[in-house]
């Protein structure tokens, strides 16, 4: 297909004086902001997940500015007594909004531009994965759709999924570099492959869990014959430089995984894995299924054009290069229906990623994929079919973008600038998820007038940092100091260099045991050896992939 046969109009800008000799990509870029235009228009689209996601990001930037470059404790939720969620949730995306609050001065505007990044990026990673076995305009094509998925517009205007959303723009740059791997077994791809897996996994966790079995099964049928053991010995490399890059996170989350509640404790059934494959119900009484089947049948309309592929020149033609994505996308919708429980019922893993809809993201990069690689002959009508034919296909496409602008976009709830700081300075010391709340814990501790009790024994509090406290008792009886922090293994309180004993109230506050005599207690949260050592490999890990990108330590190999 020729660049000729995209045209927009009213653009005046021309695409080859902003990016010459590469149109395509221009393209991709254009539409990858332009579905963001409401964003920049009306606002911050809002939904309880904004409120979650920025309970967290508030306290995670001020705690970088203190000098805590990986913070470890959530001092100001739940009116004070903190939270360990900063140990369980993966931290990029905080890092990127706490560098676009630095750069631009504001919330707002670091939030609309985090959206312009992640949106581009998701683009700019199909085109990616896609040139190996797409033209240019093909490629184009599949970026295009992609940013046009329901399910994935879903994830910003009407879930506020934002930490999904960013793991879904990372997804495609893995399976790009597992298909790189495949072709030219080069050391450079697997550094590229090993970063970007670590990236999903300090992203977005539910999504680092399926993309895992998804990009297995890609590679497993990818993979060429003559090298198969070359290629799969690269791409085990590949994700285990990856799982040590990010070790620093996940070595911790998985340690401490048994000191919270999950959602074994005050369980919500709303994100029970069982009740929430897609065609389980048609009923509205559970929300989330009866959403996102209409979302699934919106991206059936959107990927029609693909059925050409069933035809036998169609076949001929493209079953080589895109058999392993139709198994992909077959595979992807099988994992988000009923049938595939007995499976979810293994894999415990998966299980936590709660909502096997969440297959939709790797179902619609597939899709998009499929239907690109037809879209330019459907729209050359090299495919030589009828023209009323044609017609019902590209109304079905029309379909699905315009009830996806019309209902996911424009009934989308947005926040002004000043209603978007309003809710930031309502969303501080809120109470946890209870996925966060340690397990000897009340999700409603009990309100306290002070920092610290002490009984009748006067106490002076010299120092009240997020993870770092410190403050003096008077003589009196021995005490159960009652701090206002919820008890976990790794305060540590000391006194003239001794360790006092902790154990955690009836509702989970911190009990100090205190001497009669008079007390000055140091009160710390101190990360464990083994935090340590995650933290140097996932250094030395950071350090072996940028080296496998240096053509003179990668001879021979390229």
Known sequence: MSSRAIRFPEVSISADEV????????WVIFVSILILTPTLIYGVPSNRDLFNHFRFALPFYDSLRSGHLYPAWLAESNSGYGDPSFRFYPPALYYLLALARTLIGNWYAATLLTFVVVSVLAGLGMYFWTRSFLSEAGSMWAAILYTLAPYHVNQLYQSFMIAEYAGAALLPFAFGFVERVCRHRRMRDVAGLAATYALLVLTHLPLAVIGSIALLLYALVRIEKPHRIATLRQLAAAVAL??????????????ELRWIGINNVAPDASVDYRLNFLFSTFSPVNLNVWWMNILTGLTFLLFVPALAL????????????LKPVAILALMSL??????????????TPLQQTQFPWRWLTVFSMAGSVLTAATLPRWLGNTFEIRNATRLLVFGAVAISVSFTLAHSVREAQYRNPQQFESDLQSVRGTSSVNYWVPIWASAT?????????TGSRPVKINLWESEHRRFEVAAGNPIDARVRTFYYPHWVATSSGRVLSTRPDRDGALLISLPADVVSVDLEFREPQRGRYAALLSAMSCLFIVGLTVPILAKGKQ
Do not use: D, H
């Open 242 to 255: 990856g799982l040590a890059a990010s070790a620093i996170y996940w070595t911790r989350m998985v340690m």
């Open 310 to 321: 069933l035809g036998r020149s169609a076949r001929r033609q493209f079953s080589a290069e």
């Open 19 to 26: 990016l010459p000799g590469n149109r395509k990509i221009f």
């Open 445 to 453: 501790p009990r309100m306290m007038n002070s920092e610290v009790e």
């Open 334 to 347: 099988f994992m988000a229906v009923p049938l595939s429980y007995p499976l979810w019922k293994i894999l």
